[in-house]
């Protein structure tokens, strides 16, 4: 019989529980972002948009006339209709 080690025996348990892997698998994706944050946010973290403030929010699209841009929101147009 093979001597096993302290580690192995749960270690052995935790790969066969599916949920436990792809919620290590998640964390794993986040720790890695949190790494490489300064290259994924476009804006600095105390960045404004000081004439966008009052504006409501904004559907994300990712498809313009059938083609995919990626994500983007349309232009914010103010209009008085009395």
Known sequence: MK???LWEIP???FKR???????FY??????VSLLLQ????????NHKFKDY???PPHRIHLFHQGQFK?????QYRISNHF
Request: proline residues 9%.
């Open 3 to 5: 001597k096993q080690h």
């Open 11 to 13: 270690l052995l348990k």
């Open 17 to 23: 529980n599916k949920l436990g892997v792809f919620s």
């Open 26 to 31: 998640i964390l794993l994706i986040l720790y």
């Open 38 to 45: 300064g290259f994924i946010a476009p804006y600095e973290p």
């Open 53 to 55: 403030s009052f504006h």
């Open 70 to 74: 990626g994500p983007f929101v349309y």
